[in-house]
Nanobody, 112 residues
Framework: QVQLVESGGGLVQPGGSLTLSCEAIGSIFSTLFMGWHRQAPGKQRELVAT???????RYDDSVKGRFTISGDDARNTIYLQMNNLNPDDTAVYYC??????WGQGIQVTVSS
């Protein structure tokens, strides 16, 4: 069993930055199987950024150049550095492991 615990969300003004963290509690093979998704009100959950098993990184086009995913295998933790945030980034952000285990979600609100 794997538990994912997200932190770091909140309210930020347009153009601001936030860093999300997700710690995996339990036995995981690698942070390479972890990633971030988000779900805005009235929309489907979408991929934001994820590692791929061949050690590449995949970003949604809407966040390329603004968001950076990173991982720390020693801490079983991944991060999402989000820069130049805009109101369209407002959503509940979810961490996943193998897209089987999911965190509880954390709110990110971008508003002036």
């Amino acid at each position: 069993q794997v538990q994912l615990v997200e932190s770091g969300g909140g309210l930020v003004q347009p153009g601001g930055s936030l860093t999300l963290s997700c710690e995996a509690i339990g036995s995981i093979f690698s942070t390479l199987f972890m990633g971030w998704h988000r779900q805005a009100p009235g929309k489907q959950r979408e991929l934001v950024a994820t590692f791929t098993p061949d050690r590449n990184i995949r970003y949604d086009d809407s966040v390329k150049g603004r968001f950076t995913i990173s991982g720390d295998d020693a801490r079983n933790t991944i991060y999402l550095q989000m820069n130049n945030l805009n109101p369209d980034d407002t959503a509940v952000y979810y961490c996943s492991y193998r897209e089987v285990y999911w965190g509880q979600g954390i709110q990110v609100t971008v508003s002036s």
